[in-house]
């Protein structure tokens, strides 16, 4: 069940973090009984947005990301120019 759509001005770690805060806090206000939201949260869909991912495992550790296609289509140029660099690298042993 969709539970937030938001808009923010700056898509920084901090602003994304006091939004999820904030809907945990009015889900325990709202229903007492139940668990908190941060332990029943199984996904949170988004964007790339670093600070969209740091705030989802700061604040609902247990859920899994989910990544929009659309906004993977935009990345397509970028991700190939990461792909065309390979680095070999020796391994620990």
């Keep these: 069940m969709p539970l937030l ?5 700056e898509e920084r770690e901090e602003n994304y973090t006091e939004l ?11 229903r007492p009984h139940d668990p908190p939201l941060q332990t029943i949260v ?4 988004k964007d790339f947005c670093p600070g969209l991912e740091a705030a989802r495992r ?5 859920s ?9 289509t935009q990345k397509s140029v970028e991700i190939s120019v990461r792909c065309a660099e390979v680095v070999m690298q020796s391994g620990s042993e």
Excluded: T
């Design 42 to 45: 199984k996904q949170v869909h």
């Design 20 to 30: 999820f805060e904030a809907l945990c806090a009015m889900w325990s206000r709202l």
């Design 5 to 9: 759509q938001a808009i923010i001005d």
């Design 58 to 62: 700061a604040v609902f550790p247990a």
């Design 64 to 72: 899994r990301p989910c990544d929009a296609f659309f906004h993977l």
